[in-house]
């Protein structure tokens, strides 16, 4: 992904999140070339016709995103562009090249050595992998008329301000994941 000069300023600058951290060490505990022998005798090459593959540590590296927090193939691509970390780490595929990757590790019984082989380098390193899970607020909006029977509004109702607009009503806080 190309950075700006106001990213590279930004990130100099700033406190790094725990997504960030979490996906810096997945980046070096992943035996990443042992799995890309594993797969590449399967996928599809450059140059064939049609539409060009994504390079395949790029949809390895999707992969990993998506399994933990058990994402559908749209809220991955979605989480893709909401997510910056998650944007620099994988390099945004979309949806239906994230499901054509699945499916052909389904296909050729790859995701189970995947896990197998990533579960047993771990293991010879102290580490495990576990599930985790994206939180979502999500603003439920209600009308901010005292039209009711006690002529007051609801006290568990609030005004909040999301992408500079105010809004009346109360956050959900729906999770995604295991």
Known sequence: MRRSFGDA?????RKRTRREIF????????????LLGLIAPHYPKLGQP??????????LH??????????????MEEALYDTVSMRRFAQLPDETTILNFRRLLERNDLARPLCERVNAH???RGQSRRGGTIVD???ISTPSSTKNADGERDPQMHQT??????????????ARGR
Request: charged letters at 25%; one cysteine or more; aromatic letters at 10%.
């Open 9 to 13: 300023e930004y990130n100099g600058k």
């Open 23 to 34: 996906l810096a060490e997945m980046d070096q505990v992943v035996p990443w070339q042992d």
């Open 50 to 59: 049609g539409r060009q593959p994504y390079r395949l540590d790029t949809m």
């Open 62 to 75: 999707v992969h990993f995103l998506q399994q933990p927090c058990a994402l559908s193939d749209p809220a």
């Open 122 to 124: 771990l293991a010879r």
């Open 137 to 139: 607020a999500t603003i």
């Open 161 to 174: 301000k999301k992408d500079n607009q105010w809004h009346f009503g109360m956050k959900a806080h729906i």
